[in-house]
């Protein structure tokens, strides 16, 4: 199945808003989906015979940047039987406040694998993932204050008293 009857396949099923663009250069191409909806459109991915995307590869989060003012999550989806691949990028505007985290639905109902890989964009960008059955810190202690790759992060000098270098 190719990258455009895959697209034809999505906006059969969900209609035309489903897919908000697309990126068709560098190395794979991406759909770009409608964030809150990107559940929807793994299961029917998953479920679907003529797809049976059945791996989630790779699921990361993306900080576009402070004057972009965007976060986001790229979705790596493979199906082993018909040894197919696709890139599937979700993302929404957010202001940098650390009290409201930007947000996302969580796909660990469709891929079990999620589980770890949304806790990671959490714990390293702050993006909070609606719906994850235990989403906290994976890498960071509990008490760490910020997200390390978000592009404004600044290291703090000292945690619990020890010289941060």
């Not at 990126?23 to 029917?44: F, H, K, N, S, Y």
């Not at 806790?119 to 609606?130: K, N, P, S």
């Amino acid at each position: 199945m190719s990258f455009d009857e895959i697209k034809l396949l999505l906006t059969d099923k969900f209609g035309e808003g489903i897919i908000v663009g697309e990126e068709r250069t560098g190395m794979q191409p991406a759909l770009l989906i409608d964030a809150d909806r990107i559940a929807e459109v793994c299961l029917e991915l998953r479920n679907n015979p003529r797809t049976y995307f059945d791996f989630l590869g790779c699921l990361s989060g993306v900080d576009y940047g402070v004057e972009a003012g965007r976060f986001g999550v790229v979705y790596h989806l493979s199906s082993i039987p018909y040894n197919l691949q696709l890139v599937l990028k979700i993302s929404k505007a957010n202001s940098r406040d650390l009290e409201e985290l930007p947000s996302f639905p969580s796909i660990t109902s469709v891929y079990r694998a999620a589980d770890w890989y949304e806790r990671e964009a959490y714990d390293m960008l702050g993006i909070y993932f609606e719906g994850h059955p235990d989403l906290r810190r994976l890498l960071m202690p509990d008490d760490w204050e910020g997200f390390p790759l978000r592009k404004d992060y600044q290291n703090a000098e000292y945690y619990k008293g020890i010289k941060i270098d």
